[in-house]
T-cell receptor
Framework: DAKTTQPPSMDCAEGRAANLPCNHS???????VYWYRQIHSQGPQYIIH???NNETNEMASLIITEDRKSSTLILPHATLRDTAVYYC??????????FGDGTTLTVKP | ETGVTQSPTHLIKTRGQQVTLRCSSQ?????VSWYQQALGQGPQFIFQ???????GRGNFPPRFSGLQFPNYSSELNVNALELDDSALYLC???????????FGPGTRLLVL
């Protein structure tokens, strides 16, 4: 598996965009980038995933660099309910992935 | 809501006992994966079941075992419980082994 590196914590003002970075410099060509988040004591929630093209859905946007060695998850208008731990996982077979420690995002009023 | 349910929500056991946790997958999903999440850490992969067969296992001892039924629901069994087994146990279902996983709410196990 490609190893991922995320900052342990970030703050964001409510209503502003939250940009969460992830480094995965050893990613292989067939490995996807997945993002999940976990709100305190709940099960992880799927956000978005991509292979090499940028992706957008109703929750977020995923920007993957051209060399695929890093990516950024963008929450365009963060709300207090977006406060959570955000996990970046890089793996072909997500079912056997082990999550790292993620980034704790705190959205402040 | 992901459609993945787990039972029970909370459980207290004593060291040496055995426990069975249950997971009902999302409709149509044939793959279930189990994870252990200790306090303050990310989920750690235990094993995965695909169409009733084990399809990969993480670094967990044999006293962690599982089962998947024809309706694709699943059980996680842990024998000879240890204090360090105290954790949130998560199951996730998917349409296949490489498809997006959807997690249940978890079962919080406390071993005293």
């Amino acid at each position: 598996d490609a190893k991922t590196t995320q900052p342990p914590s970030m703050d964001c003002a409510e209503g502003r965009a939250a940009n969460l970075p992830c480094n995965h410099s050893t990613i292989s060509g067939n490995e996807y980038v997945y993002w999940y988040r976990q709100i305190h004591s709940q099960g992880p929630q799927y956000i978005i995933h991509g292979l090499k093209n940028n992706e957008t859905n109703e929750m977020a946007s995923l920007i993957i660099t051209e060399d695929r060695k890093s990516s950024t998850l963008i929450l365009p208008h963060a709300t207090l309910r977006d406060t959570a731990v955000y996990y970046c996982i890089v793996r072909v077979d997500l079912g056997k992935s082990t999550f790292g420690d993620g980034t704790t995002l705190t959205v402040k009023p | 809501e992901t459609g993945v349910t787990q039972s029970p929500t909370h459980l207290i056991k004593t060291r040496g006992q055995q426990v069975t946790l249950r997971c009902s997958s999302q409709s149509g999903h044939n793959t279930v994966s189990w994870y252990q999440q200790a306090l303050g850490q990310g989920p750690q992969f235990i094993f995965q079941y695909y169409r009733e067969e084990e399809n990969g296992r993480g670094n967990f001892p044999p006293r962690f075992s599982g089962l998947q039924f024809p309706n694709y629901s699943s059980e996680l069994n842990v024998n000879a419980l240890e204090l360090d087994d105290s954790a949130l146990y998560l199951c996730a279902s998917s349409l296949g082994t490489v498809e997006t996983q959807y997690f249940g709410p978890g079962t919080r196990l406390l071993v005293l």
